[in-house]
């Protein structure tokens, strides 16, 4: 399965502020996603990110809030904006395997103040 | 909208005792479907996979599908205090790469 790599792996930062996390995969993959898992909870679909076109975005999350960049098959930045503590959250990178699974990134934890 | 639930738990059982896990889907498309175990601050990682109806067995797990009644389930035999972790179920369907995980169930193996 693929290696993901993920930056920063956490990080404390201050309301209204913007975080970018970077995502690198060892293989070329077409689809990369990235979820949120908040507190306690499971994993939450932010959205879909195919390499040369837009992302596209589940129910209840915005391009304006979670912009998202896919330069090449082996890379993505999601980017958390305007922050507010309820942003506070692990945020994972994961790419589709061969068999329909997913493999995860190793995840970004972000607290917000 | 799909749906996947889970016990939350958490489920305590003894060590060398059997855990079974169990879950259900509300999308009769779904085909295909997952467990994943997560450490505490760590991400899920794949344990097992099933696709069709009945038993599939690697090692101590064992992953049971029942289309007709939507339910799929994982037991753990000869459980250990290393599988003490929060178990999510995701299923996702044919042709489509995205998942939908349940809420996950909290397994403490108690030794």
């Known amino acids: 399965s693929a290696v993901i790599s993920q930056k920063p792996s956490r990080d404390i930062c201050q309301r209204g502020t913007s975080l970018t996390i970077q995502c690198q995969v060892d293989?070329?993959?077409?689809?990369m996603f990235w979820y949120r898992q908040q507190p306690g909870q499971s994993l939450t679909l932010i959205a879909t990110?195919?390499?040369?076109?837009?992302?596209?975005?589940e129910s209840g999350f915005v391009i304006d809030k979670f912009p998202i960049s896919r330069p090449n098959l082996t890379f993505s930045t999601l980017t958390v904006s305007n922050m507010s503590p309820e942003d506070s959250s692990i945020y994972l990178c994961?790419?589709?395997?061969?068999?329909?699974?997913?493999?995860f990134g190793p995840g970004t934890r972000l607290t917000v103040l | 909208q799909k749906e996947v639930e889970q016990n939350s738990g958490p489920l305590s059982v003894p060590e060398g005792a059997i855990a079974s896990l169990n879950c259900t889907y509300s999308d009769r498309g779904s085909q295909s479907f997952f467990w994943y175990r997560q450490y505490s601050g760590k991400s899920p990682e794949l344990i097992m996979s099933?696709?069709?109806?009945g038993d599939k067995e690697d090692g101590r797990f064992t992953a049971q599908l029942n289309k007709a009644s939507q339910y799929v389930s994982l037991l753990i035999r000869d459980s250990q205090p290393s599988d003490s972790a929060t178990y999510l179920c995701a299923v996702n369907d044919f042709g489509n790469e995205k998942l939908t995980f349940g809420t996950g169930t909290r397994l403490t193996i108690i030794p």
């Open positions: 099933i696709y069709s109806n």
């Open positions: 990110a195919n390499q040369g076109s837009e992302a596209t975005y």
């Open positions: 994961s790419v589709a395997g061969l068999a329909g699974d997913s493999s």
């Open positions: 293989s070329q993959v077409t689809m």
